[in-house]
């Protein structure tokens, strides 16, 4: 089993990524397979509604930017799907946006299959409010793409401002260790293990 992570935030080391790793330290001592991508600051574009993953129907955009369709197609093989955001202006960040709209078009376009049964787990953080607007973004996108979606004891984001404030978040950190562990439990129970 896999699961890949993407990283919204333009901060490769800042409390997103922080919070995306405590995740994934639980998915790793369940044996599960992890990976992060760095998705915020890459040169990746919104969907331009021109409706050629409807007519072509091959799991790809025919937009060409910064590795949009290799981050699509990680997202078919794995089993398991992070989208980790700090919140800006109450949303996610334009990367994830661009993420999620392009994979959805053209996962609603192959019959809407690609992410069926796929786990996901939206990871936020937040300076001191609207983390629950971005929370909800990446949600909306795993409901409608037919994902299983892990909960935690509280929403899954920490109260974080400078690189590494995550790690004074106690209840920020305990948010995403028993995520990681309700993930690894669903995977494992959708793939009979």
């Known amino acids: 089993m896999k699961v890949v992570a993407f990283n919204g935030s333009p901060r490769v ?6 919070s995306i790793q405590i995740v994934l330290d639980e998915l790793n ?14 040169k990746v574009y919104g969907c331009l509604a021109c409706g050629k993953c409807w007519e072509n129907k091959d799991n790809r955009c025919v937009r060409q ?11 078919q093989e794995a089993d398991g799907i992070i989208i980790g955001s700090p919140t800006y202006f109450s949303n996610v960040t334009t990367e994830v946006k661009a993420l999620i709209d392009r994979c959805g078009f053209v996962a609603k376009a192959n019959e809407g299959t690609m992410l069926r049964g796929k786990v996901g787990a939206a990871v936020v953080s937040v300076r001191r409010a609207g983390s629950n607007f971005t929370y909800a973004a990446i949600n909306f ?3 409608i793409a037919e994902m299983v979606i892990p909960s ?3 929403w899954n984001m920490t109260l974080a401002l400078e690189p590494g404030d995550v790690q004074k978040d106690d209840e920020g950190i305990r948010t995403f260790q028993t995520l990681g562990k309700n993930m690894a439990f669903v995977l494992k129970k959708l793939n009979n293990e």
Do not use: P
């Open 65 to 75: 930017d910064d590795e949009m369709n290799t981050f699509i197609q990680k997202i």
């Open 141 to 143: 996108f795993f409901g």
């Open 29 to 42: 001592k369940e044996g599960i397979d992890t990976e992060v991508i760095q998705l915020g600051g890459r």
């Open 13 to 18: 080391n800042g409390n997103t990524a922080q």
């Open 152 to 154: 935690s004891s509280y």
